[in-house]
């Protein structure tokens, strides 16, 4: 079936420092979403992409979906303490845009 | 401000006991989910209603059933907890037109099952 591989699992960073995180697949997909999740509480919508090629900002966040379509990176730039929390990438697929696919998630760590 | 409002947020039942939770969304979407999300993971689509039209996935047990009374609400029943049934729940509604059936979530349900 349709699988998104997200890496890396896991990113112990300092505050500052820059991230990036990607999700990838064998299959195409329509729409691209970034989400992050807070212990306790539900993912929240980061960045959403609907085009190939599209390149997105929302603050220090930057998204872009593939080319290809078959993959996305998100970027932090920056890091702050509150940007602690898990990071999934999800995709639509082009045969079910009802259904979303999840990655796994990034844990992002923040050292002090 | 709250778009996708759940209640309760924590919910304690026995084993066995049915147990209900509840969904409403302010956004007018015609698509509501149901996820199952447990420690560590990704959430788990249980079912969607498409408007009225009901749609399950294959793996999801008997245990779990939905109900739509209305645009705005969506019920979670689970029969008889087990267990493993312990978990987050969450809800999430999309539309089918423009924004490419983007969902959009509530703050989940954690549910403890004794």
């Known amino acids: 079936g349709q699988q998104l591989n997200q890496s890396p699992q896991s990113m112990f960073i300092q505050e500052g420092e820059d991230v990036s995180m990607n999700c990838t697949s064998s299959s195409i997909f329509n729409t691209w979403l970034w989400y992050k999740q807070d212990p306790g509480e539900g993912p929240v919508l980061l960045i959403a992409?609907?085009?190939?090629?599209e390149l997105t900002s929302n603050g220090r966040l930057t998204a872009q979906f593939g080319i290809t379509r078959k993959d996305s990176f998100l970027n932090i730039s920056a890091s702050i303490p509150s940007d602690v929390g898990i990071y999934f990438c999800?995709?639509?697929?082009?045969?079910?845009?009802?259904?979303?696919?999840f990655g796994k998630g990034t844990r992002l760590h923040i050292l002090p | 401000d709250a778009m996708v409002i759940q209640n309760p947020r924590y919910q304690v039942t026995q084993f066995g006991k049915p147990v209900t939770l509840s969904c409403s969304q302010t956004l007018n979407h015609n698509v509501m989910y149901w996820y199952q999300q447990k420690s560590s993971q990704a959430p788990k689509l249980l079912f969607h209603y498409y408007d009225k039209d009901f749609n399950n996935e294959a793996d999801t047990p008997d245990n779990f059933q939905s109900r739509r009374p209305n645009t705005s609400f969506c019920f979670l029943d689970i029969r008889s907890p087990g267990l493993g049934d312990a978990a987050m729940y969450l809800c999430a509604t999309s539309r089918d037109s423009g924004g490419g059936w983007t969902q959009y979530f509530g703050p989940g349900t954690r549910l403890l099952v004794l």
């Open positions: 992409l609907y085009k190939a090629g």
């Open positions: 999800a995709g639509l697929p082009m045969n079910r845009d009802d259904k979303i696919i």
